[in-house]
Every structure is written in structure tokens, then in C-alpha cells.
T-cell receptor, first 112, second 110 residues
Framework: EPEVTQTPSHQVTQMGQEVILRCVPI?????FYWYRQILGQKVEFLVS????????KSEIFDDQFSVERPDGSNFTLKIRSTKLEDSAMYFC??????????FGPGTRLTVT | KQEVTQIPAALSVPEGENLVLNCSFT??????LQWFRQDPGKGLTSLLL?????REQTSGRLNASLDKSSGRSTLYIAASQPGDSATYLC?????????FGTGTRLTVIP
């Protein structure tokens, strides 16, 4: 069964450093998403991406964040200058249209 | 802004019992609603999707209902098993992004 994959599973970085989180969505899906979950809190929407551009973003997704689909398979989230409060689990998801969203296993980001 | 609430926050039941998890949302203008399962430290596994035009959806021992006008959904789990122990999240899809509840942590005692 097709699935969303994410790498790395755990990333440790120092405050101020740039990180890139990688995702491979399900191959025939058209919509791609990033969500995050701070420990003990709700899963929160960050951004959705369709047709090579951002279709919607939340207030969390400020200028420190960017997304890219550099080729036909990968979808990346870049955090330019990490802060302690960026420590969270980051989930990538994909969907064919406005249907069921399928989530990857997540990348745990720890900022020290 | 869409707010999603799940009650109870935690639930502990003996194996074999049937149970109901509740989800309520404030804005009824939704495309669909998804129920997920999350195991500790893991990703989200989609359990059921109900489209806004549907009232009910079933998969195995799971049955989800949706009353869009009152902003409520329930997840019914029949004959619970210890392997059902996890956190259950509901999420409403509005404008193709998901708003999540805080979840119900379910423990099924053998």
C-alpha cells in the first residue's frame, strides 16, 4: 500500500541553524501539507501546497518557513533560523483532492 | 475560527466493552471529517473519513457518525481490545486544511 515517507526521523539542531525536513508524498497525490505537533499539544496546520505554489498557510508559517517541491517526488519544509520553540514533531501529509489526507510517520525536531 | 473539542480527554475501559468518543466543532462549513489514531511518539493513522454529505461511515469494529448541523461527530468502537489503546483524534477539513482536536487517550484494560 502506498505511504508517505519522511526523513530524517529525528533531527537535532542548534538554535539559529537552518534545517530541511524531507517528505515523499504518495505518487498520484496532488495536494501536500505540513503540520506540526508540539509535545502534549494539538496537531496544527502549517501550510498546504498545490500546483507548485502555496494554497494556504497558517499564522505559524511566517517568513522563517518555506516549502518546495524540488522534483517530481520530494516535498521539503525549510526552517531558516531555528528557535527553541520550533521543537516539535513535524508531519507531512498528502491527498488526491479534498479527500482523505494520509500522514507520514513524522520528523522529531529538537532545537537546543 | 474553527475550534474542535474532544470529550473525554481520557478513557479507561475493560476489554470487550463498547465505547463512544465524542468530537464537536464550531463551524459547520466543512468538507469532511477524519478520525485518526496516534500511538505514543508515532504518526497519525487515518481510521475513517466522513464526507460532509454523509451521516455515517463504518470500518470493521469502528463506526463514525456526523451531524454537521449540530457540529458533532462520534466514533463508536465495538468490543474493545487492548490493541485499541491509543490516542484518537478527530479533525475537520475546512478549505483543505485540517483542524484537530486535542484527542481522547483510550486505555483498554485486559
Amino acid at each position: 500500500e502506498p505511504e508517505v515517507t519522511q526523513t530524517p526521523s529525528h533531527q537535532v539542531t542548534q538554535m539559529g541553524q537552518e534545517v530541511i525536513l524531507r517528505c515523499v508524498p504518495i505518487s498520484n497525490h496532488l495536494y501536500f501539507y505540513w503540520y506540526r505537533q508540539i509535545l502534549g499539544q494539538k496537531v496544527e496546520f502549517l501550510v498546504s501546497f498545490y500546483n507548485n505554489e502555496i494554497s494556504e498557510k497558517s499564522e505559524i508559517f511566517d517568513d522563517q518557513f518555506s516549502v518546495e517541491r524540488p522534483d517530481g517526488s520530494n516535498f521539503t519544509l525549510k526552517i531558516r533560523s531555528t528557535k527553541l520553540e520550533d521543537s516539535a514533531m513535524y508531519f507531512c501529509a498528502s491527498s488526491y483532492y479534498v479527500y482523505e489526507q494520509y500522514f507520514g510517520p513524522g520528523t522529531r525536531l529538537t532545537v537546543t | 475560527k474553527q475550534e474542535v473539542t474532544q470529550i473525554p480527554a481520557a478513557l479507561s475501559v475493560p476489554e470487550g466493552e463498547n465505547l463512544v468518543l465524542n468530537c464537536s466543532f464550531t463551524d459547520s462549513a466543512i468538507y469532511n471529517l477524519q478520525w485518526f489514531r496516534q500511538d505514543p511518539g508515532k504518526g497519525l493513522t487515518s481510521l475513517l473519513l466522513i464526507q460532509s454529505s454523509q451521516r455515517e461511515q463504518t470500518s470493521g469494529r469502528l463506526n463514525a457518525s456526523l451531524d454537521k448541523s449540530s457540529g458533532r461527530s462520534t466514533l463508536y468502537i465495538a468490543a474493545s481490545q487492548p490493541g485499541d489503546s491509543a490516542t484518537y483524534l478527530c479533525a475537520v477539513n475546512r478549505a483543505n486544511n485540517l483542524f484537530f482536536g486535542t484527542g481522547t487517550r483510550l486505555t483498554v484494560i485486559p
